[in-house]
């Protein structure tokens, strides 16, 4: 099993950035993807960004060039730097980690969620 806690949600302005943390804990040697994934109101969770263990990324088109995701597997921690944030970035931002092994039919998990909001 594996536990992820994010952190670093809040309240900015239009062009601002924020940076987010997502912390594993228990079987986290487990672990080969994480990645972002936002849900805005009313809207469906979609893909933001992902890191593989071996660090190749994959960002949604609608964040490339402005959202950098980046891993720390000693620390068993995934960031995301937010940058030139828009008003259509706000959504509860969720964590996401993928397992090689499956326990009790699971081998994908998420965390509880943090709200970005962008706004003037």
């Known amino acids: 099993q594996v536990q992820l806690v994010e952190s670093g949600g809040g309240l900015v302005r239009p062009g601002g950035s924020l940076r987010l943390s997502c912390a594993a804990s228990?079987?986290?040697?487990?672990?080969?993807?994480m990645g972002w994934y936002r849900q805005a109101p009313g809207k469906q969770r979609e893909l933001v960004a992902t890191?593989?263990?071996?660090?190749?990324?994959n960002y949604a088109d609608s964040v490339k060039g402005r959202f950098t995701i980046s891993r720390d597997n000693a620390e068993n921690t995934v960031y995301l730097q937010m940058d030139s944030l828009k008003a259509e970035d706000t959504a509860v931002y969720y964590c996401?980690?993928?397992?090689?092994?499956?326990?009790?039919?699971?081998?994908?998990?998420w965390g509880q969620g943090t709200q970005v909001t962008v706004s003037s």
């Open positions: 996401r980690a993928d397992t090689t092994v499956v326990v009790a039919g699971k081998n994908t998990y």
């Open positions: 890191v593989t263990r071996g660090g190749s990324t």
């Open positions: 228990g079987s986290t040697s487990n672990i080969y993807n």
